[in-house]
């Protein structure tokens, strides 16, 4: 089945503890990216990669990292989060550059930093 | 500026009543596309409908239309017969060529129905 898996699912972490968020998708996407979800904003993403080894920022890249090593993962990290970065979180990927697709996004995880 | 609009934070609809759910964008970029998701409580993101810059006709999926007005820069999403599983956050969302095909989204809206 074509997917975007993300894990974990729900996270409850404490402030200054660095965390990894995985996403691997199976689809041969090149395009992957990272968003975030507030109650009143939207989604904002956060990072994006048009291919290994090809990142590049958002709108909210602050206190986030990404790496794209191989083109079917695309971890986020949290090198010191903070309580701001509670959020709900969505990796999703596209075929590169092809308006006729929309994202497949990933389940999401739910992110509490206390 | 915003790229996408959507005005109304919350809807109620009867069931089994047709529904819109507004959504405005701006770009001047000729090629783009639109997209409207669902989002029930769950939390998940669901894709319901696409519309192209070039497309002539309004896109149609089952219960779903997109009102695609072109002049005036909006791509309403139209349910019809609504159900009680269509309570849910619905997103419009663009793509640009321009901007490397970054999909962005509008605040969302808040749809319920009611039996």
């Known amino acids: 089945e074509a997917q975007v898996t993300q894990n974990p699912r729900y996270l409850i972490t404490v402030t200054g503890k660095k965390l990894t968020v995985t996403c691997s998708q199976n689809m041969n996407h090149e395009y992957m990216s990272w968003y975030r979800q507030d109650p009143g904003l939207g989604l904002r993403q956060i990072y994006y990669s048009m291919n290994v080894e090809v990142t590049d920022k958002g709108d909210v890249p602050e206190g986030y990292k990404v790496s794209r090593k191989e083109k079917r993962n695309f971890p986020l990290i949290l090198e010191s989060p903070s309580p701001n970065q509670t959020s709900l979180y969505f990796c999703?990927?596209?075929?590169?550059?092809?308006?006729?697709?929309?994202?497949?996004f990933g389940s999401g995880t739910r992110l509490t930093v206390v | 500026a915003q790229k996408i609009t959507q005005t109304q934070p919350g809807m109620f609809v009867q069931e089994k009543e047709a529904v819109t759910l507004d959504c405005t964008y701006d770009t001047s970029d000729p090629s783009y596309g639109l997209f409207w998701y669902k989002q029930p409580s769950s939390g998940e993101m669901i894709f319901l409908i696409y519309q192209g810059s070039y497309d002539q006709q309004n896109a149609t999926e089952g219960r779903y239309s997109l009102n695609f007005q072109k002049a005036r820069k909006s791509a309403n999403l139209v349910i019809s017969a609504s159900q009680l599983g269509d309570s849910a956050m619905y997103f419009c969302?663009?793509?640009?060529?321009?901007?490397?095909?970054?999909?962005?989204f509008g605040k969302g809206t808040k749809l319920s129905v009611k039996p």
């Open positions: 999703a990927s596209s075929p590169r550059n092809n308006l006729l697709y929309g994202y497949t």
């Open positions: 969302a663009m793509r640009e060529r321009v901007s490397q095909g970054n999909l962005i």
